[in-house]
Nanobody, 124 residues
Framework: QMQLVESGGGSVQAGRSLTLSCATP????????MAWFRQAPGKEREGVAG???????TYSDSVKGRFTISKDNAKNSLYLQMNSLKPEDTATYYC??????????????????WGQGTQVTVSS
């Protein structure tokens, strides 16, 4: 069982920035598709950003232009830089690992391993 560990969540005011980090196991195949999801109370889980082994990125319309996903294979880490935060960004954020050679989507069902989540709260 692969363990993913998120950190960096917190409470900020609207317009500010936060960077989330996700530590991945050293033995994890670097070709795995990685993504960040979020889930707010009473809402469905939403895929917000994904990154492929070659650095190709995908974003949901709700965060495009404000969030940036990146990874550092040498540090076994995945990041989500969140700028211009809005109250509607409030949610628990999860990193997830998909397959090395499968579909590149932001559908939760296509991901095999999940972190425990980190809370982001944005106040107006």
């Amino acid at each position: 069982q692969m363990q993913l560990v998120e950190s960096g969540g917190g409470s900020v005011q609207a317009g500010r920035s936060l960077t989330l980090s996700c530590a991945t196991p050293r033995y994890m195949n670097s070709r795995r598709y990685m993504a960040w999801f979020r889930q707010a109370p009473g809402k469905e889980r939403e895929g917000v950003a994904g990154i492929d082994f070659d650095g190709t990125t995908t974003y949901s319309d709700s965060v495009k232009g404000r969030f940036t996903i990146s990874k550092d294979n040498a540090k076994n880490s995945l990041y989500l830089q969140m700028n211009s935060l809005k109250p509607e960004d409030t949610a628990t954020y999860y990193c997830a690992a998909g397959s090395a050679y499968g579909l590149r989507t932001l559908r939760g069902g296509d991901f095999h391993y999940w972190g425990q989540g980190t809370q982001v709260t944005v106040s107006s």
